[in-house]
């Protein structure tokens, strides 16, 4: 880097975070003593406030049917904070001041007859506020809840929704939440939460693609051989089983994060960035997306089921041990996907997604072609294509991965090394959460960052093919060991086709 560049970046690197300007608010959480609320919203929302982000008057409401005063919810929510987030500092003077935001209704939102009173009185003074409705509760009953809100005349004028996904766990029932909830909210005011949206890295991948020269015109067919999107977690299934059987990987992570994933690396150039602009992209690859039937369905997936294993150096359970039942549910699941449009004919996306895989890796891996006449193939490395690898957790960076000479004399030996940017090594600054970023932007106002209805829909139409062909052609799931990255049956796919995972099985 220039001097003069490397300067600015330090600089940059150590200055302190550019905060956006954030109206007042006043947010119910619905579903406040759920995992959803302790683990990841309050926490989020104390970080945007220690960082000067929300403004003093604003409010924090947490709703739910246990009974509890204010303070004791104050006490849970912090508690947890220490428990989720142990390397997490948190003064409990600091704590004291960031409460006072907080306060608490017992209330069924599913009830029209419930105590609504209680939760009109803790937003009466909230004026021209801006109201939001944050709905961390099973999506079945999202519609009750929004015609409650609004029955017991608490949908001011511009006040906004949030929903969790999954919205449904098929088309139909997507749709019927989605009516239900459209016939209180209009589109602009739903704010759809994919919280893989808000990563540091998938942000940056527009970035990447459209802000430097570089990589758009080798963007396509005739230069990328294949993409990877790998989202691996080491967690298994655990605590929120009896969810999870009912979804399994293909609704819990393909729907939504890795289909968005997809649809970012693979869209054409957005005209702007107004979100409905870059949605009205997105939801082009979607339907492009070629489906999967019950004569294709082996061929082109993989489903897999943990056993018992182990992780971290320690033994853990098979999934039917944690959820007390046999279970034909995925926990694991790969897929080549086709893309058919001109840029993507005859590079597939693989996707793999599943819990209890070697470690927690996440990352989106563009492979170049082999180059087009190999001049030496000495040295000590083979001549390999480039690769871009940009990774999404646990540590955020790039890595582009080239062939280059080997210093000093010997002749022509080859090295692959990469061109690396660590997000950790390259900017001081703490990664926010993506629900940081995410509540952030709701009280905003700023869509782009959330899924709109017929993405949502278009995501389902093409899932739903594949559960049906699943069911049509009895596909099976194999078995892996907890540890491992899968069955190998997923390995076996990829080298029908000559090629492999990067990180192995
Ligand atoms: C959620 C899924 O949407 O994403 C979970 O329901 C999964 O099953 C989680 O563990 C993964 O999120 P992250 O941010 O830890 O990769």
Not at 373 to 399: K, N, S, Y
Not at 425 to 436: I, M
């Amino acid at each position: 880097m220039p001097a003069g560049d490397e300067k600015r970046a330090t600089e940059r690197a150590g200055a302190p975070p550019l905060l956006l300007p954030v109206p007042s608010f006043d947010l119910v959480v619905f579903g406040a003593a759920g995992d959803l609320a302790l683990r990841k919203l309050i926490p989020s929302l104390f970080h945007r406030w220690r960082d000067g982000q929300i403004p003093a008057n604003s409010k924090i409401i947490g709703v739910s049917r246990s009974s509890m005063s204010a303070e004791e919810f104050r006490r849970l929510a912090l508690e947890s904070f220490r428990k989720f987030h142990p390397g997490d500092q948190i003064a409990d003077a600091e704590w004291a001041q960031f409460s006072q935001l907080i306060s608490y209704a017992e209330l069924d939102g599913v009830s029209a007859q419930s105590n609504w009173r209680a939760l009109a009185e803790a937003l009466s003074d909230s004026g021209a506020k801006q109201r939001v409705f944050y709905l961390a509760l099973p999506p079945a009953i999202y519609g009750d809840v929004s015609r409650n809100i609004e029955a017991a005349g608490l949908k001011s004028s511009g006040a906004r929704i949030v929903l969790e996904k999954p919205i449904g766990d098929d088309l139909r029932s997507a749709k019927a939440i989605n009516d239900a909830v459209g016939a209180v909210f209009d589109e602009g005011s739903i704010f759809r939460i994919d919280h893989y949206l808000g990563k540091e890295t998938v942000q940056n991948l527009i970035v990447l693609r459209f802000m430097n020269s570089l990589f758009e015109p080798v963007w396509n067919s005739n230069v990328i051989d294949h993409v990877e999107i790998s989202v691996a977690e080491a967690i298994g299934a655990g605590g929120r089983a009896s969810y999870y059987d009912k979804a399994g990987a293909l609704r819990d992570m393909v729907q939504n994060h890795l289909l968005q994933l997809l649809c970012l690396v693979a869209m054409e150039p957005p005209l702007d960035l107004e979100p409905d602009t870059v949605r009205d992209e997105k939801i082009k690859v979607l339907r492009a997306l070629r489906p999967i039937t019950a004569e294709t369905a082996r061929s082109v997936t993989v489903r897999g089921q943990y056993g018992a294993g182990a992780s971290d150096g320690s033994a853990v359970p098979s999934y039917a041990e944690e959820l007390g039942a046999q279970s034909g549910t995925e926990t694991f699941v790969a897929i080549k996907a086709n893309i058919d449009n001109w840029r993507w004919r005859g590079t597939p996306f693989y996707l793999r997604t599943g819990k209890r895989m070697a470690e927690r890796r996440s990352e989106i891996i563009i492979q170049f072609k082999d180059v087009a006449h190999p001049l030496v193939a000495t040295g000590r490395d083979e001549l390999q294509p480039a690769r871009l690898v940009i990774r999404l957790q646990p540590d955020e960076g790039m890595r582009l991965m080239l062939m280059t000479k080997e210093p000093g004399p010997g002749g022509m030996r080859l090295r692959y090394v990469p061109l690396n940017l660590s997000y950790a090594a390259a900017f001081s600054a703490r990664y926010p959460d993506a629900y940081e970023r995410l509540l952030m932007a709701v009280v905003r106002g700023d869509l782009a960052l959330f899924m709109r209805r017929d993405e949502v829909e278009a995501a389902w139409r093409w899932v739903d093919g594949v559960l049906d062909a699943w069911k049509a052609d009895r596909t099976p799931v194999y078995p892996y060991a907890a540890g491992v990255n899968g069955p190998v049956q997923s390995a076996m796919m990829l080298d029908r086709d000559g090629r492999e995972w990067s990180g192995g099985v």
